[in-house]
């Protein structure tokens, strides 16, 4: 009889973003995990299955760096949400703020009788809370672009400092092979 080479593994399961599921398995595959599986979460998710060798030489350190990969990985994800979080803040306010801008016109319009002052001053805050609506969503654009602008720069930093990491990691790996 013949004996086979029996390898031990270790499991992981992690979940990720449908969006972020390729860099996710490129990144965990840097440091010597294997995607098994991949299903589908909750909303807006992706379980991914993993294993790898249990007896794994240099672990300590590709579990380091995998960890500091992590790290940088949700660093970028916090960025990138960050780029459009306070346009969106702002542009739910304003657009509160035009919306009962407009809903006050349409008060002074429906609630007096012959008062013709009063409908016409109705009239004029119903059409300057819809410009209000309108322009709402040229300022979200604006200040979005803004915030984007002067985050790029960091996020281009960050992504680099996480492929100089997963090349060390993977760099460990081959050292294996050698």
Same mark, same amino acid.
């Not at 009962?100 to 059409?127: H, K, Q, R, S, Y």
């Given at each position: ?30 440091? !010597? ?23 794994? =030489? ?5 579990? @380091? ?12 994800? &916090?960025?990138?949400?960050? @780029?459009?979080? !306070?346009?969106?803040? *702002?542009?739910?306010?304003? !657009? ?5 801008i407009l809903g006050g016109?349409?008060?002074l319009c429906m609630l ?8 016409? &001053? ?15 969503? *040229?300022?979200? @654009?604006?200040?979005?672009?803004? =915030?984007? =602008? ?6 281009? &930093?960050?992504?680099? =400092? ?6 060390k990691g993977n760099g ?7």
């Amino acid at each position: 009889m013949q004996e086979k080479d029996f390898v031990s593994y270790e499991y992981r399961t992690k979940t990720v973003k449908a969006k972020d599921q390729s860099k996710a398995m490129d990144m965990y595959e840097a440091f !010597g995990w294997e995607v098994t599986s991949t299903s589908p979460a909750l909303v807006d998710g992706v379980t991914l299955s993993l294993k790898r060798d249990r007896k794994q =030489k240099h672990k300590q350190e590709l579990n @380091k760096l995998e960890r500091q990969a992590e790290d940088v990985f949700d660093t970028i994800n &916090g960025l990138h949400r960050a @780029k459009t979080a !306070g346009a969106s803040i *702002f542009a739910y306010i304003f !657009g509160c703020i035009a919306t009962l801008i407009l809903g006050g016109g349409m008060c002074l319009c429906m609630l007096t009788e012959n008062n013709v002052p009063a409908f016409a &001053g109705g009239i004029v805050l119903g059409v300057a809370g819809i410009a209000l609506c309108c322009i709402n969503y *040229f300022i979200y @654009k604006k200040l979005a672009e803004k =915030k984007t =602008k002067t985050l790029l720069p960091i996020i281009d &930093g960050n992504e680099e =400092k996480l492929a100089n990491i997963l090349e060390k990691g993977n760099g460990l790996l081959n050292a294996d092979l050698i």
